[in-house]
């Protein structure tokens, strides 16, 4: 009975850090996202130590409370994004994705290997420069209300494509570095099974649900339209991962599908608590995992700037490259959208500890530029939205 | 990454076969309550193993949702009950409170005496039979949408006076479980605080939001109202249990306490999502904690059919006798809604295994009993109240 009071003042903790985080963020005119992530880093180990993380991704309950409040972000994003729109964006949706990886993962070997790794090792921690965090970025569009803008869909886009590229890149310097050679038959499949299963289910899903729409409605139909889409989010974040991607892919396919129904502006509505209930448990999470110790001295601070640098750099000039045809302004958006590596930096360089090729001082670093990247980007995305709020506001 | 997928394919299954289990329900008539325990039942160990429960209450991410949904759905129910309203039934909720306990207390004692245990051991068994589990019926009445009927009423506010007996009781029979003797005077200060903290919550809370509750609506208010409400029910959740009562009390206290604001309506309207979402996890869960193999011999179905129906009687004896004022039907009503024991027997029952007090097969016959007092309650309360649906519909 203890264990269970505990939890649930862990449970208060983060959320009422989560609404003050948010809440002095806003009156700065950040992204109330910055503030609840800087909570997190308050309350978590590092500082007040309110919050404690007994292990990173190991399934515990503040783990997968997280899990679901992400899962939900990306879903109601999916909610208010047409697979049409997305479609119109498609070509430099692609570029972006593709430079956005390619980009980052050069310079990222680069600069491992001259820190003195060899290169299978520098490709692993090249690894953890690529996959961006669409949840980060995702949350400011739909604070600013830009969901709709050619910007926001090409970074939504270019996250799905990031993503299947980050994933691949992910299994080859695995095998690599676990000695064997890399199987390029199994690499193909995976490819085509990921790019398979975001196609069946964002195309077929799209058609079944329009024309299937009507049925929702009917009073014969027993399950209400809300319990149907959370159904389907939660069973494509799984089979997401089934095919190797990220389970906010398939929560963001899902709510892509729910889009086309006619009861899409009620989804919307009924699904904003969820929201406001679960989605600060990510953010704090994602804040309270970094460890301010480990950088304690000036020679890891160097390398955190460094390494932070060549992040959000190379990030952005994939992200720009790609979305060119935008113009500068608008490229420079799509670039910044790209830039936050949050919880997916953190993922990679835990499974680069687990596997010994990060020590515990870059490990620490990685860590601190996911985190740096997903709270640098939402105050310059913000600025650079709000300036010109009414320029390319038709999709 | 693994074990992430593994526990979303959990959550989408308890969440889609809560929603099968419903709907079953609710074509046959009967509360989908019923059908949501009974999912459980058949993905759980016992039956399908498609969901495994490592251990009762260790506070796993299952345990925590399921405690989330359960916390949210009494905050629901306490949002559409006034302080009021429950001042004009204290004297009958009382005595339902206290009957409720000591009928089936004393009952449960003889009947443990007389299948060999000492006098001590017989007590904790006797524990076992006491506490009423609130949730079921909470569910069951809202469901119904007669939360506003006087008999609905009694049973809310006889289910904290019972939770505040029960947890006396239980500190009562761990004591002399362990040997020592019972300090009245820590048990003394215990009842009080339990007390304090219901009196000074419930009447305190709700004067001051009555107050305060335009302050909600300013623009100046940083918080959402829905935020606010909701850290305060975490709040309370956290606070009742530091007061060694159950956490739904506390969540209970909170709506009531929201109740007293201008927003109540919309409030309600935006818990509603959150609880389509969340609470099927606790039904689903209890469901799933039936271990259907240590009652597969005769002696052991025998012993659990006894139990089950000395529990059941001596609970609507105590609620008739206590709610006798309101006419037989009434009364009727009252003692069935005290029925349900539910989790809290389930938690009774794994701290009695704990203490060496119960072997496994009592432990599966009270858990069994608990659970089938949660099952056979929400039809009959149904029936009841379905027949007369328009008699005695004042407050």
Not at 2 to 23: C, K, N, P, R, W
Not at 107 to 113: K, Y
Not at 129 to 135: E, K, L, Q, R
Request: charged residues 15%; aromatic residues 6%; proline residues 4%.
């Amino acid at each position: 009975m203890h264990d269970s009071a505990g939890i649930l003042l862990t449970l208060f903790i983060i959320f009422v850090a989560a609404q003050i985080g948010g809440e002095i963020a806003q009156r700065l005119r950040l992204p109330s996202v910055v503030g609840e992530i800087a909570a997190g880093c308050a309350v978590g180990p590092s500082a007040l130590g309110w919050v404690t993380l007994p292990d990173i991704a190991t399934g515990t309950p503040l783990d997968v409370l997280a899990e679901i409040g992400v899962i939900l972000l990306l879903f109601s994003v999916g909610l208010e994004t047409r697979l049409d729109d997305l479609k119109k964006v498609g070509t430099s949706a692609f570029l972006v994705g593709v430079l956005g990886v390619v980009i980052p993962f050069a310079l990222g070997s680069l600069w491992a290997h001259g820190s003195g790794f060899d290169w299978i090792r520098s490709m692993f921690v090249a690894a953890a420069f690529v996959a961006t965090s669409a949840g980060i970025t995702a949350r400011v569009l739909q604070e600013l209300g830009v969901l709709q803008r050619r910007e926001a869909r090409i970074i939504l886009g270019a996250a799905v494509i990031d993503d299947i590229l980050a994933m691949l890149l992910l299994g080859v310097v695995s095998s690599l570095q676990g000695g064997g050679a890399v199987d390029v038959g199994s690499l193909v499949g995976t490819l085509l099974g990921a790019i398979g299963f975001v196609a069946v289910i964002g195309w077929g899903g799209a058609r079944v649900m329009r024309r299937g729409s009507g049925w929702l409605d009917k009073p014969s139909n027993p399950m209400s339209p809300l319990a149907i889409v959370l159904a389907l989010c939660l069973g494509l974040a799984f089979l997401s991962m089934k095919f190797h991607l990220a389970a906010i892919i398939g929560a963001f396919l899902a709510g892509m599908i729910a889009s086309e129904t006619s009861q899409r502006h009620q989804l919307e509505e009924q699904t904003a608590p969820l929201l406001a209930f679960l989605t600060p448990f990510f953010f704090v999470v994602t804040g309270a995992k970094v460890n301010l110790a480990e950088l304690g001295n000036a020679s890891a601070l160097w390398m955190l700037a460094v390494v932070t640098v060549i992040a959000i750099v190379s990030k952005l000039a994939g992200g720009f490259l790609g979305a060119i045809t935008l113009g500068k302004r608008g490229a420079t958006i799509v670039g910044f959208g790209m830039v936050p590596r949050g919880e997916v930096g953190v993922v990679i360089a835990s499974l680069g500890l687990a596997a010994g090729v990060f020590d515990e001082r870059i490990y620490a670093v990685i860590v601190a530029m996911s985190l740096l990247t997903a709270m640098i980007t939402p105050p310059v995305l913000a600025l650079l939205l709000r300036d010109r709020h009414a320029s390319t506001d038709k999709p």
